[in-house]
Every structure is written in structure tokens, then in C-alpha cells.
């Protein structure tokens, strides 16, 4: 190692040392114990030390500190189970309560929950209200009570799960489901923009099946569930039909058989290249490629008759705006179809496939819809060999 490069790299090291006790402060705040903390610290000055010839003295070294300690406390937390992330048991908050371990994650947590769920998150884990004094003091029932309460420790969950995260995390994973996305995390590797690593991978996974992706979506969804919803929707010629996550064509095609305008919008330039040799084979003048990025459609409001969402949902970082878009394009009295799974637990089956979402509940996507002016005409679901419930909802725009 040259004499300069020793320098920079001693410099480097020993600024990082003056930010040891902050990062300790930090770390000891988030896990409440100083001997886990200390063991946690040293994995983040060891990383640190790989990282010497990696680190630009140039850019804020306590940042970098700091992000890779969140990530430690992240993966300490997934690891042993610590936190629950769909409910905050009255256990841990007992314990919170009872060690006064009210620190700014506890407060952040408490200011976002709305008010009647803040006053009864207060008066159940820190006045220790019984469920009948809380309905007395609420004049609601205890059912509504508990109700209320349920949805109160829910939210503080979340809220104090993603205080601990990096911000450009905590930014997306606002409106993203937390045990979904945190499949991905790498606490060591923390990635500059998890989002767009996660949409990197799922192009790279689809360009490597492009061959096989039919057999795969064939298990999933078929000729004949795409032909039954064909039938709910108002005849099959002459329509304006946008297929969005387009693939190798499969809703296309079919749509351009039926005597309809076609276009289709896909990323993926290993899939678009074989959708364009299937209508240079089969001679469709109606099928129209863009290769774009449906998080930002590149196309006008209220030109679409039709409008097919179909098994793309999950791998979309911001569905609800994906759902947003789509409806704008429609015009009045158009229809929508959206084919996707069922909320599941087959994370191996999501892995392989580089899926972001672990499928979704039908009724929040009626709600998302429904923000939009799109009103459910028709809902059908099936269940599958691969342990997962597909559906496809049916939705018309209002005026």
C-alpha cells in the first residue's frame, strides 16, 4: 500500500472513531440493552473497516455510520423476532412502558396516530384503563373499544418499525406492506435505492424466462379465466385496449384476435422483442408497442375503452398510483381488469419470481379503485396447485 493511500485511509478511520459513542448512543436507544448494543457497534466498525478503501471523506462518514446501524438494529429485529410487524403486543409495550423507554421513536410513533386513536392508545398502555372504563370514557361499546384499540397498536407498530429505517426507506415503505418488503433487506449491504435494485432483478429474472414465462402464467391464469372475463365486458371489437406489463403478449394478442386496437406497455426489452416478432409473425397491424414504465404512463387521459392490469400488480412498488393512472386513461363507462393473488404466504414462490408484493386483498383494491371513480361490475377468484388464490376484479368508470 502506497504512503498516501495509508494516509487518506488513517485519516478516514480515525474521524469514523469519533462517532463511535453516537452510534452506540443510537444503536443501545433502539435494542435497550448497552451489551447488545456494544456487540452491534463493533459489527458496524468492522464493516467500516472492509469499507476504508470504498469510504469518500468527501461525504458525511456519521451518515454512512448511522444508516449502517440502522440496518444492524433492522436485522437484529427480523432475526430474533423481537417485533412483530403487523401488532405490537401489550407485553412488549408493557415492557416499554414499564422501563420509561420513551424515546423519540415511542413519541413519533404516538404524534402520527389519529386522535381517537391516540386517546385510547393512551388510556389502555399508559393510564391502564380496563376495556369497560375505556367504552365509558369513549361512550362506545367494549367490541368498538377493542376494535379501535387493534387498529391503534397496528399503526404504532408500523410507525415505530419504520423510524428505525433509513429514510429513503422509510419514505416507500409508507405505503407498502413491511413484511413484504422486508424480505429484501441486507443489513450489511444496504442498497442506495431498494426499489429500483428490487424492479432491476425482477427485469433480470424475466429476461432470463422469457421462453418459459407462458407455462409459468399458464399456472396461474389461462385462456379460459381470460375468456370468461371477456364475456363480462361490452363486446370485443373495435375497442381501445391498453395492456399494461404487456409480457410476451398473451392478453394482447388475445385481445387483437377479438378485433380490437391493441397497445401494449412493457419494460422488459427481452419481452417486448418477443411480443414484437409474435405480431410480425402473425401479421396484427393493431397491436401497438411502447417499450416505457407503467409507474408513469406515457399516454393520454380518456382514450382507452379497456384497460388490462393482469398478474403485474405485485411487482409495481406503488400500486394504488399504478391503479390512479390506469383510470385516468380510461374513458367514461370504460372498463378496467385487474388479475393478481390473493394475500399469501408462499414467499418462496415470491422470491423466484422477484415479487414485491405477497399478492393483495381484493377489498383494498376496490378501495383504491374506488378513489378513482371505478365502480366493481364483476369479482372471481380460484384457487391454484401453487398454493395461491388468483382473482380478477372487473371495475367500470363512473362519470
Known sequence: MDRNKKQNQDRIWSELRTYESEVFGYIKRSVGSADLAQDLCQDVYLQALQKLDELDPQRSLKNWLITVARNRVINYYLKNKRRQFEQLTEETLQTEIETGNFNAAFQSSLAE??????????LRELDGFSYQELARKLNI????????????????????LLYFLPDWFNKNARY?????????INSFEPPENLLEQIEQKSQRYFASIKDGWETIRCKFFSKRNLEEIFTYLDGQKNKSVLDLGSGAGFVAVNCALKGNRVTGIEINPAMTAQLRQ???????PDIYLIRG?????????????QVFITLVLHHVAHPAGLIRQAAASLSIG?????????????KESADIMRDLWLGFDPAVIRKWAGKSKLKEIRFHSWDTKEKISVFYQIFEKLK
Open 113 to 122: 396516530l389519529p386522535e381517537k386513536q391516540k386517546e385510547i392508545f393512551i
Open 334 to 346: 370504460g372498463k378496467m381488469v385487474i388479475v393478481d393473488f390473493k394475500r399469501h404466504t408462499n
Open 293 to 305: 414504465n407503467i409507474n408513469n404512463l406515457p399516454v393520454k387521459q380518456n382514450c382507452f375503452d
Open 176 to 184: 407498502l406492506e413491511v413484511q413484504d418488503i422486508m424480505r429484501f
Open 278 to 284: 409474435i405480431k410480425q409473425n402473425l401479421k396484427f
Open 141 to 160: 361499546t367494549e367490541a368498538a373499544a377493542t376494535s379501535l384499540l387493534k387498529r391503534a397498536r397496528l399503526n404504532f407498530s408500523k410507525s415505530y
